[in-house]
């Protein structure tokens, strides 16, 4: 595909399906559940933190956290209330390899994050984290030294798919998806484009990209095609590449 018709492709597509009927059956729709900044933060976080494998199995777990919750999230991990729920002690099944035991940890080391900071976005300013990558290794950090690395990526050797999802949900402003808490801080011209085996399928069909592992290495470079595309918000690029997928 030459590069007028792989631009007009990506552009048609991201127009088309950047609107509000993308949050339907999508993770991001639970942040749009709960009401105020604090509430919307931690509930994308978590949702996006619980989305890998089938949506089928992963949306019904980010409801039962938003039940649990009531909707108010933060308080429910700031209050530690989750404990309730979760325990060290149960090493049942929540969702996959996550046990009982494995949302406790994750949930105690967010809960320290939020005591220490108020939210995560004021962590990310306090750690001085001004562009996306910046923010996505903060996030691995606070966790991995936190004796925590099953739900978060210990480091960024991965392309850390569903934390640079969540960075674009915090960052993008002016969208009927995204919600842009943190467009104020960090330019949406350095978010790292969410990578996974089957955005990576899309990407070497148009013929963006070549490589067939998911790293951080490709996300950035596939960040930098898209750029080529979209200069002041690669990531409009994820739902060009979402719309390719559906319809080929």
């Known amino acids: 595909m030459d590069y007028t018709k792989l631009r007009d492709t990506l552009i048609k ?7 509000s ?32 494998g089938s949506r089928k199995q992963f949306m019904p777990k980010i409801q039962s956290i938003l039940d649990f919750s009531q909707g108010e999230v933060t308080q429910w991990v700031v209050d530690g ?3 309730k729920i979760f325990s060290y002690n149960d090493t049942g099944c929540f969702y996959r390899l996550y046990d009982m035991r494995d949302m406790r940890m994750f949930l105690d080391s967010l809960r320290a994050l939020l005591n220490e900071n108020g939210s995560i976005g004021c962590f990310i300013r306090r750690v001085g984290a001004d562009n996306g ?9 606070w966790f991995a030294t936190h004796g925590f690395v099953s739900v978060v990526p210990k ?3 991965s392309a850390c798919k569903r934390i640079c999802m969540f960075l674009r949900w915090m960052v993008r402003d002016h969208s009927p998806v995204d919600l842009g808490l943190w467009a104020d801080f960090i330019d949406k011209r350095t978010l790292i484009m969410p990578l996974d085996t089957h955005v990576l399928t899309q990407a070497c069909e ?5 490589s067939r592992c998911a790293s951080m ?10 750029a080529q595309v979209f200069p002041d918000d690669p ?3 994820d739902f060009a590449l979402f719309g390719y997928g559906v319809t080929h």
């Open 155 to 157: 480091d960024t050797t």
């Open 235 to 237: 990531l409009k690029g």
């Open 21 to 52: 009927d993308f949050i339907i059956g999508d993770p991001s729709w639970f942040m749009h559940q709960v009401t105020g900044d604090s509430n919307q933060e931690t509930m994308a976080f978590l949702a996006s933190a619980l989305s890998y």
């Open 206 to 210: 148009l013929g963006l990209m070549h």
């Open 13 to 19: 597509y991201a127009d088309r399906y950047e609107n």
């Open 217 to 226: 290495s490709a996300a950035r470079k596939l960040t930098e095609k898209l």
């Open 81 to 83: 209330t989750y404990q």
């Open 133 to 141: 990558y910046a923010a996505v290794d903060a996030i691995c950090r």
